[in-house]
């Protein structure tokens, strides 16, 4: 279907998912694109080398005002993040995909081919670069209890072997003040060995920021938050995130392995002008 | 938001990995190619939804760091 064949009035804009290189395209558009709510259909809007994954939206939807209204509702936000990514998941299978940020919106089709135009040198390098790759994202998480009674355990075997009984309790009251400083720096240095790891058998990774306890569910606070982008799916670190998990486990320490995701963590923010 | 309108947990927590990739990253365009939509700070508002969902939003009012860390 192309876009110049459907009705479409002077306040549809294009909501933009992504970008594939024009030899792609094809493929992608043949895909069953489920839209953003409100879009009429997926579509691809090819310009020179590259082609836009878009979907017809009404730019009264998708104003700045009304988006900023919308993400407030949770199932609005859920449905349309789930979009979004499904899009790029779907392309990411059978293309590589440069992932746009939810909801970028040009006002026209013209305005698309003008993006592509504008950045087509940045863009065709980018895709370059992430062609045959997927993104990874590892988590790990500490039980703070569990591992304040391990490095108690392991500080106080050694000083109390050849301790009396009123220099241990000393040495007792000593250790409770310096168990915060080795909480921290154990967790400096395991997500900071889990990184170096993990790096290794990437092409390239990056830090993402901590989420906090609230945020996650989770029962432990998040220790380590990276992304990584590999050739080789899941099985590019799923040994080695096994091994680390091995390795922490009775420190309290679990690791978790999400993905593959299209590479939304290893895709410049800003485009350079062509 | 009342109890029936949360999130179950495990949904939740997918929610939040795809919300922190595709409101937080990716490619931001500017200038007239574009509604200015995708540049605010919308994942601020995306997280405290699914804050707001999961009934701590107000234990996160009273922690302002907390929530800063978030972003």
Known sequence: MTLEATAIDARTGRYVFGVVTGGDAEAVAALPLEPVAGGAGVSLVREGPLAAIVSPVSLDEYDLETVHARVADVDWLERNVRAHENVLEQALHMAPVVPFRFCTVSPTEGDVRRLLSEHADELARVLERIRGKVELGVKAFFDRERLERKLAQAGLADDLSDAGPGRAYLLRRQRERELGGEVERFRSECAEQSHSHLSELADDSCLVALQPLELTGRDGEMLHNDAYIVRRGLASLEPAVAGLADRYREYGVSFELTGPWPPHNFVPRQLAAS | ?71
Do not use: F
């Open chain 2, 1 to 71: 938001m009342n109890e029936d309108e949360r999130l179950p947990l495990e949904q939740q927590i997918t929610l939040v990995e795809l919300v922190d990739r595709v409101l937080n990253k990716g490619v931001v365009l500017s200038g007239d190619v574009v509604l200015s939509v995708a540049g605010i700070d919308l994942v601020y508002v995306g997280l405290r939804v699914l804050l707001a969902s999961v009934g701590t939003l107000e234990r996160l009012n009273s922690n302002p760091a907390m929530t800063a860390s978030a972003l």
